[in-house]
């Protein structure tokens, strides 16, 4: 079963923050969390990843929780380009469980 | 992507058939995964493998063998195709230890 748990779909508005939940209750303490995205039928991306602090780069922001069983994965500034699947996972090495991920919509 | 090359990109198979679907990566990683994604759905894991000589089921098994003679190879074998395993199947690899996972482009298989 998938350690994480997310929305099945969420709507933004095109040039809004999106900000994407994700619970993972059960993480344990060296396990990452990674956020990857989908667009149509193509490979998931990476995205961005952390283990306790709060990250960021180009594409996005990462905020963990101080107990760690739950993030937020902020699209700052959304565009249609990014309407996507968006996946948030706990990475570890070997089984790497995808839950059913988020459906982001972009509205213009 | 990174270097995961994954092979044919489209097939279509008449049931009974086997065939095998090739995945090789050129980043030395350890960890490499076969995943199948069904319309609409998420990414199942079908079996994973954390090195050369070593592979492990995932969560969706059965109908599928791999094996791991390098580390450069995972190749995915579908023994007697069902129209059920008609989707989309993905490869990945990582360095592990917590480091991102490098997606192949895709293999679309249709099994009528």
């Known amino acids: 079963d998938a350690k994480t748990t997310q929305p099945p779909s969420m709507d933004c508005a095109e040039g809004r923050a999106a900000n994407l939940p994700c619970n993972h209750s059960?993480?344990?303490?060296?396990?990452?969390v990674y956020w990857y995205r989908q667009i149509h039928s193509q490979g998931p991306q990476y995205i961005i990843h952390?283990?306790?602090n709060n990250e960021t780069n180009e594409m996005a922001s990462l905020i963990i929780t101080e107990d760690r069983k739950s993030s937020t994965l902020i699209l700052p500034h959304a565009t249609l380009r990014d309407t996507a699947v968006y996946y948030c996972?706990?990475?570890?090495?070997?089984?790497?469980?995808f839950g059913k991920g988020t459906r982001l919509h972009i509205l213009p | 992507n990174a270097g995961v090359t994954q092979t044919p990109k489209f097939q279509v198979l008449k049931t009974g058939q086997s065939m095998t679907l090739q995945c090789a990566q050129d980043?030395?990683?350890?960890?490499m995964s076969w995943y199948r994604q069904d319309p609409g759905m998420g990414l199942r894991l079908i079996h994973y493998?954390?090195?050369?000589?070593?592979?492990d089921q995932g969560e969706v098994p059965n109908g599928y063998n791999v094996s791991r003679s390098t580390t450069e190879d995972f190749p995915l074998r579908l023994l007697s195709a069902a129209p059920s395993q008609t989707s989309v199947y993905f490869c990945?690899?990582?360095?592990?230890?917590?480091?991102?996972?490098?997606f192949g482009e895709g293999s679309w298989l249709t099994v009528v």
């Open positions: 952390g283990l306790k």
């Open positions: 493998s954390v090195g050369a000589g070593i592979t």
């Open positions: 059960t993480i344990s303490g060296n396990e990452y």
């Open positions: 980043m030395n990683h350890e960890y």
């Open positions: 996972t706990l990475n570890r090495d070997d089984k790497i469980i």
């Open positions: 990945a690899s990582t360095r592990g230890d917590g480091n991102t996972i490098y």
